[in-house]
């Protein structure tokens, strides 16, 4: 059964940071991998998408890699603002026919003036 | 587009009583999924459905019911309401299970159960 870890659950920073956020995940047969950004009292917003071919993606100041055979995924924010401040969720999406997503428990993040 | 809508924002139920959790999306998608989030915990998978008529349990089906007479709506009811469904939940919706296509929230429908 796949199961998503994330470290840390919470995270403290000063702007202008850089910073990183991890996920892993038990089972390396997936089709992709997202991170999402979740705000509170809305919905998930998806940040970045990564193919299981593929090694990273980037997205302004944000950068997921991933490492299949390991099975690890990072996300690395540059250059943190105020702004930046919310939960962060990492998501597998299984080699099953549902495009069912497994989620972590999540990083939250808060980055301070 | 307004994209996937849910409502109620937010409900107060009595254990034992019932109601329906409702999710709309106007994107002609034919996945759609309800997920629930318990605090500081991740999403789960309750229901989902891959096209109008069609639908399957995901994770943490027990207590709830879904129907899909229509590609638009993907309503979640619950019969008997418990403590243990006091959650956030999530509605989403995806095109197909293309593996490049992600999938849309809505904002969710915070429940308490007392």
């Known amino acids: 059964k796949q199961e998503v870890t994330q470290i840390p659950a919470a995270l403290s920073v000063p702007e202008g940071e850089n910073l990183v956020l991890n996920c892993s995940f038990t089972d390396s047969a997936i089709y992709n991998l997202q991170w999402f950004r979740q705000d509170p009292g809305k919905g998930l917003t998806s940040l ?7 090694r990273e993606q980037t997205s302004g100041r944000l950068n997921a890699s991933l490492d299949k055979s390991s099975g690890r995924s990072t996300l690395y924010i540059a250059a943190s603002q105020p702004g930046d401040s919310a939960t962060y969720l990492c998501a597998v999406r299984g080699r099953d026919n549902t495009d069912k997503l497994i989620f972590g428990t999540g990083t939250r993040l808060q980055v301070f003036p | 587009n307004a994209g996937v809508t849910q409502t109620p924002k937010f409900r107060i139920l009595k254990i034992g009583q019932s109601m329906t ?10 996945y759609m999924y ?5 605090p500081g915990m991740g999403l789960k998978l309750i229901y989902y459905s891959v096209g109008a008529g069609i639908t399957d349990k995901g994770e943490v089906p027990n207590g709830y019911n879904v129907s899909r007479s229509t590609t638009e709506y993907f309503p979640l009811r619950l019969e008997l309401a418990a403590p243990s469904q ?6 989403a919706s995806s095109y197909s299970k293309l593996t490049q296509e992600t999938q849309y929230f809505g904002p969710g429908t915070r429940l308490l159960v007392l």
């Open chain 1, 48 to 54: 970045l998408l990564i193919q299981s071919s593929q």
């Open chain 2, 34 to 38: 309800w997920y629930r989030q318990d």
């Open chain 2, 21 to 30: 959790l409702q999710c709309a999306q106007d994107m002609n998608h034919n």
């Open chain 2, 86 to 91: 006091t959650s956030v939940y999530f509605c």
